[in-house]
């Protein structure tokens, strides 16, 4: 998380915004067996199993874990029964991110002002309360099958008590001690937070969804070193960035584009029951290497690229830094090589990031491990060398 730095004049014209995100309050996926996920998570990934819902503590319809790593916090969700709307969901589009919920002052005001911008409501304000505080949380439609949720926290549900082990709700408990998370304190995987989360729309959607942030969420275009479109031979896709402000998140929105070989983002929506959805969350780490490392000793299953990308890398990353009078990349280069991390540079710094494959049988969302020493773009020198890479593994998919 950053935080600008601002005059009280405009920080109290802020806090009077009912769209000023504070944090992103959790992403909450949609499973088929939520119990099995969150030990995928927790044993791949370092999350903390910190807190359940389920039968035990009286929910009825659906189990949930909550996942905590850093500043990171995931909701994995299934339903206890037949009939249920998460059940439906996962039949059609398998596991994936069902809503990314972000925590404002007053959750209520924020539903009504997206409202009044054109939102769709998806589930009108509620409020969960006990003794020791309340959640009030209302949702609104966004692309596909993805909500937006507002969440405001009051007593001990408050974001800072959260962020410091406290419960997420009332409707949460913690879990008993597990190994599994005493291993992860020893052997950390270094993940931050939510850096980015993309969206994959259809084609020629992708203007329409960049104004619906605009006009709903009043998210600003980011303007930046890849602002522009893309669209090449390789990389056969369309994207612009949407950025909330006060440094709690981008989202990224992408459409297919013609190219010579199928777009990776029309296989996305292929095997999506041809609804847009959520494609990658990119999960910040301060150290790449370290990060890379812990998550490779644990068998995650990361994007290859092939060894000739080391061959050019060091000259493109290496020019664009002198040429803005900017550090060259501290990190030890081989080391970068044997972990097959990618690099890029901009005007204002460099990143270092690698993808995951799919992080489920479909071949639908990933993650992205990002470091960023400077640089605020998305590592656009690497779009030819990773859409080379992910059209090798289209074609083992036979989705080419
Ligand atoms: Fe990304």
Redesign the pocket.
């Known amino acids: 998380m950053t935080t600008a730095t601002t005059t009280p004049a405009a920080a109290g014209a802020r806090a009077a915004d009912p769209l000023r995100l504070i944090d992103v309050d959790h992403v909450r996926f949609y499973v088929g067996n939520a119990k099995q996920a969150a030990h995928y998570y927790a044993h791949t990934f370092g999350f903390r199993i910190d807190q359940f819902s389920d039968l035990t503590v009286g929910s009825r319809d659906a189990a949930s874990y909550l996942l905590t790593q850093g500043n990171i916090r995931f909701v994995i969700q299934t339903d206890l029964t037949p009939t249920g709307a998460i059940g439906e969901e996962v039949r059609r589009f398998g596991d994936g991110v069902k809503d990314v919920a972000f925590t404002v002052a007053d959750a209520q005001r924020a539903f009504e002002r997206a409202v009044k911008n054109g939102a769709v409501p998806d589930r009108e304000p509620e409020t969960l309360s006990d003794e020791r505080g309340s959640v009030t949380s209302a949702s609104i439609k966004a692309y596909g099958r993805v909500t937006h949720t507002f969440v405001s926290r009051t007593g001990a549900y408050d974001l800072e008590q959260v962020r410091a082990g406290g419960r997420l709700s009332p409707a949460f408990h913690p879990t008993g001690p597990l190994r599994i998370n005493d291993y992860n304190v020893q052997h950390p995987c270094g993940l931050q937070w939510v850096?980015?989360c993309?969206g994959n729309v259809e084609q020629g959607k992708m203007n329409h969804w960049v104004e619906w942030y605009e006009n709903v969420l009043e998210f600003k275009l980011f303007k930046h070193f890849d602002d522009k479109d893309i669209s090449t031979e390789y990389s056969a896709l369309m994207s612009k960035v949407m950025d909330s402000g006060f440094g709690v998140i981008k989202m990224?929105i992408n459409e297919p584009a013609e190219g010579k070989k199928k777009s990776q983002i029309q296989e996305y929506l292929e095997w999506h029951d041809m609804t847009p959805g959520v494609q990658?969350l990119?999960l910040r780490t301060n150290d790449e290497l370290a990060s890379v490392a812990e998550l490779r000793r644990r068998d995650v299953d990361f994007l290859t690229l092939p060894d000739s990308y080391y061959e050019i890398v060091w000259d493109r990353v290496d020019a664009t830094l002198r040429e803005h009078g900017l550090e060259p990349v501290k990190e030890d280069h081989q080391k970068i090589r044997d972990l097959g991390i990618l690099v890029d540079a901009d005007d204002q710094g460099y990143l270092l990031?690698l993808?995951t494959k799919p992080l489920q049988d479909r071949p639908t969302l990933f993650f992205?491990i990002?470091c960023r020493r400077g640089s605020q773009s998305?590592?656009k020198g690497n779009f030819k060398a990773l859409f080379e890479a992910l059209e090798i593994e289209q074609q083992r998919r036979g989705n080419l």
């Open positions: 850096d980015h993309v990224p990658h990119a990031q993808f992205e990002i998305f590592g």
